[in-house]
T-cell receptor, first 113, second 111 residues
Framework: QKEVEQDPGPLSVPEGAIVSLNCTYS??????FMWYRQYSRKGPELLMY????GNKEDGRFTAQVDKSSKYISLFIRDSQPSDSATYLC?????????????FGKGTKLSVKP | DSGVTQTPKHLITATGQRVTLRCSPR?????VYWYQQSLDQGLQFLIQ???????AKGNILERFSAQQFPDLHSELNLSSLELGDSALYFC??????????FGSGTRLTVV
């Protein structure tokens, strides 16, 4: 079983839709959960960062973590064409043996006008 | 501009050759991470340096090596290149948290 699993999509939605992106992970030692957005031919940029179970909101974006189920989600409300990108979940165990992030393979999102 | 500078942006080279990718981290960041991104494997962690010292190693091939210099810039050396090494190579930096800042990457094509 891979450490982080993410549905690669692609996902196509109309403008204004609510988008749900998800990842599952296998190691309960993971404590830090992030979502990155990557536009074509660009480097990933950090969108959301959380270390606790529950919801964290930032504008149109909500990150949700369920540690008991080892499941994380990113919700995008009122999606815009500018949200079209690949979204990567990233998970880490800061302070553990690996001081680095493990990334999902990314979900490609397309928001149609 | 993220503050992390990677050069060159594109590189085309032949099999068997050696190349060097360069990364200048964001000002003040002590950690540098190298990642390889391919279509089928996603972002794969290669190696981390912290203030000049190797801190963690991931799926880095023996043909690949890296170092971080006193001015904190880092270089990733890829040798005996194979077709399968064609990928995007990203450098990221951070000071002390998981808020990695990525550069724009170097696209390596091995022909």
């Amino acid at each position: 079983q891979k450490e982080v699993e993410q549905d690669p999509g692609p996902l196509s939605v109309p403008e204004g839709a609510i988008v749900s992106l998800n990842c599952t992970y296998s190691n309960s030692a993971f404590q830090y959960f992030m979502w990155y957005r990557q536009y074509s031919r660009k480097g990933p940029e950090l969108l959301m960062y959380t270390y606790s179970s529950g919801n964290k909101e930032d504008g149109r974006f909500t990150a949700q973590v369920d540690k008991s189920s080892k499941y994380i989600s990113l919700f995008i409300r009122d999606s815009q064409p500018s949200d079209s990108a690949t979204y990567l979940c990233a998970i880490g165990d800061y302070g553990g043996s690996q001081g680095n992030l493990i990334f999902g393979k990314g979900t490609k999102l397309s928001v149609k006008p | 501009d993220s503050g992390v500078t990677q050069t060159p942006k594109h590189l085309i080279t032949a099999t068997g050759q050696r190349v060097t990718l360069r990364c200048s981290p964001r000002s003040g960041d002590l950690s540098v991470y190298w990642y390889q991104q391919s279509l089928d494997q996603g972002l794969q962690f290669l190696i981390q340096y912290y203030n000049g010292e190797e801190r963690a190693k991931g799926n880095i091939l023996e043909r690949f090596s890296a170092q971080q210099f006193p001015d904190l810039h880092s270089e990733l050396n890829l040798s005996s290149l194979e077709l399968g090494d064609s990928a995007l190579y990203f450098c990221a930096s951070t000071y002390a948290s998981y808020g990695y800042t990525f550069g724009s990457g170097t696209r390596l094509t091995v022909v």
